[in-house]
């Protein structure tokens, strides 16, 4: 009796609201039911993925392997560019919590001394004959900016960078390299160390 009462109940519901067509049966309830759930355990795996993606992302290297074990002078950048007359060097002394290699390029694009194609692929300590030094490994766009001066420029370039670099990190000696090696223009080859700039 229960049963047909209940029946009874859900047809006058079903009726009530638009008709027959909008009633199931019972397993075809289930199977919206069991839809349903599928369909939100997808969505929840979907979530949980994305969450891993992201989190792999925050972990993955960055393009820029800069060793942070190299600690600057006093939080400070000390940023030389060429003068107007190309015979000598603005220098400017910047304040920052955290010095970092790729920081220091960043200001050198800003005032004109670099073009943005420049970005630091390594950055480390090394010994040279048992002086602490440094190895500055940057990008192609370096070696194609450097290739594409003048001596003039070439030299004030050159030397707007490896004085920024030793008088930041307080180093002797350093060594720039461009995807990895040594490289040459038509005036100069850059291989070994360079010492500061006068």
Do not use: W
């Not at 300590?125 to 192609?140: F, H, I, K, T, Y």
């Amino acid at each position: 009796m229960k049963a047909k009462k209940l029946s009874a109940i859900l047809l006058a519901f079903c009726l009530g609201t638009g008709g027959i067509a909008g009633c199931g049966t019972g397993d075809e309830v289930k199977t919206t039911e069991q839809e349903a759930e599928s369909s939100t355990s997808q969505e929840d795996g979907q979530v949980t993925q994305k969450t891993e993606k992201e989190e792999n992302k925050e972990e993955a290297p960055k393009e820029e392997k800069e060793t942070s074990s190299i600690p600057a002078e006093n939080g400070k950048a000390i940023i030389y560019s060429p003068n107007e007359n190309a015979d000598g060097y603005n220098k400017q002394e910047m304040d920052f919590e955290e010095v970092s290699p790729g920081m220091i390029i960043g200001q050198m694009v800003g005032d004109g001394t670099l073009p943005d194609s420049v970005v630091v692929q390594n950055f480390e300590e090394v010994d040279n004959e048992g002086e602490p030094a440094l190895r500055l490994d940057l990008s192609s766009g370096f070696g194609e900016y450097v290739q594409s001066m003048g001596t003039a420029g070439e030299d004030m370039t050159m030397g707007s960078l490896v004085n920024t670099f030793l008088d930041t990190y307080g180093a002797s000696s350093i060594e720039i390299l461009v995807d990895g090696e040594a490289f040459s223009t038509g005036h100069s080859e850059y291989s070994g160390f360079l010492s500061r700039y006068e």
